[in-house]
Structure formats: structure tokens, C-alpha cells
């Protein structure tokens, strides 16, 4: 009786000590991971790039998808042709997710209503709580219109002029105002980038 079971049961025993394993393999580290604060232009041609990253290194084929709070949402300039308040997209082999957002307004966790501006979740796990920026700094609450003007690259200069760091300014996301930011703004300002 006992050889009869005993290949199934190391089977078993294998699958139970390798199942950990690989499961554990394929969870997000936050700590490995990159997400910087959510950008996004009206035209959509800024990129918003996650990369999510495991023990094991990156994480192929997971779903990001980034929740916009009430009061997040009901504070972002929407254009028409972008979904609300839940955007979903999938890492590639590198493991980055790339959303292309068409929005304005800069949500800043510290000073919004109740602290939370957007949930990033990874295959269903929160993994993080991010803010926004974009370079449509002064749009209309829940627009259209959502336009990049005269009025938001004023907003921008004298920050970008003396490198004082602004939540609403960093649109890299790496913690200081300055030449990075001010090459990211150029072309939805010089497009004067609007809704399509
Ligand atoms: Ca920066």
C-alpha cells in the first residue's frame, strides 16, 4: 500500500514545496517596482510607463489598472474619448505598462479631499496610491475642454526657471523641478495639445 501511493504522493509533495515558488515569483514588490505619479496630456501623447517588477525580475502579461478616487476623478479634466474613473493596461516581457491618458489637472494626495487621488492595483492587489500631474496644469474640473494654454505654461515658468520643486510641476516624477520637467513640457505646450 505504501508503493502504491508513493509516486502520487511525492508528486504531491513536489507540487506543494514548487507551487510556492512560482507563485511567489509572479508578485509585484513594490519596492522593485516603479510608479511614479500619473501623467497625462489632452492629446494623449505623453506616456504614463509602470514597471512592475517580482523576486524573480520583471512580470510579463500582468494587468495594471489605475482607480481614480471620487473626489480624483470629479477633480480631473476628462477628454471625451477617455474612460473613467478605471484604466487597465498590460505589462510587456520588460514588465512596463504603458498608458497613452487624455486628461488634465494635477492631483496632489496631500491636499486632495480624504488623501487619495488614484489606487494603482497589479492583477487585483493594491499596490500602490499615486498623484497626478499633467502639463494641462489649469483645466476644467470633469471637462472637455481640456487644453494645454498660455495660462498653464505661465504656471510652469517661474518653477521651471529657479528649480523650485511644485508636486504639480515634477512631471518625471523624480522629485525636483527642472530641465527634465521643462523638455516634457515643450511639445504639448508648443502643440498647444488639446482633446481630439
Ligand atoms: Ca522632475
Request: aromatic share 6%; glycine share 10%.
Amino acid at each position: 500500500m505504501g508503493r502504491r501511493y508513493g509516486i502520487p504522493f511525492m508528486v504531491l509533495a513536489l507540487g506543494l514545496l514548487v507551487a510556492p515558488v512560482v507563485a511567489m515569483a509572479g508578485v509585484p514588490d513594490p519596492a522593485l517596482s516603479t510608479i511614479p505619479n500619473v501623467v497625462g496630456s489632452p492629446d494623449g501623447l505623453m506616456a504614463y510607463k509602470v514597471t512592475i517588477v517580482g523576486s524573480s525580475g520583471p512580470i510579463d502579461s500582468a494587468n495594471v489598472t489605475l482607480v481614480w478616487s471620487t473626489e480624483g476623478n470629479n477633480a480631473t479634466c476628462w477628454c471625451t474619448a477617455q474612460n473613467h474613473p478605471s484604466v487597465s493596461a498590460s505589462t510587456n516581457p520588460s514588465g512596463v505598462a504603458q498608458f497613452n491618458l487624455r486628461l488634465g489637472r494635477c492631483l496632489n494626495p496631500a491636499t486632495i479631499a480624504g488623501g487619495v487621488a488614484v489606487e494603482v492595483f497589479v492583477n487585483s492587489i493594491k499596490i500602490k496610491e499615486v498623484g497626478q500631474v499633467s502639463p494641462d496644469v489649469v483645466g476644467v474640473p470633469l471637462g472637455p475642454p481640456c487644453n494645454v494654454a498660455l495660462n498653464d505654461a505661465v504656471q510652469f515658468t517661474s518653477p521651471l526657471a529657479t528649480n523650485t520643486y511644485g508636486f504639480c510641476f515634477d512631471l518625471n516624477s523624480d522629485g525636483s523641478v527642472g530641465l527634465i520637467d521643462a523638455v516634457a513640457l515643450t511639445p504639448p505646450v508648443a502643440a498647444a495639445a488639446s482633446c481630439p
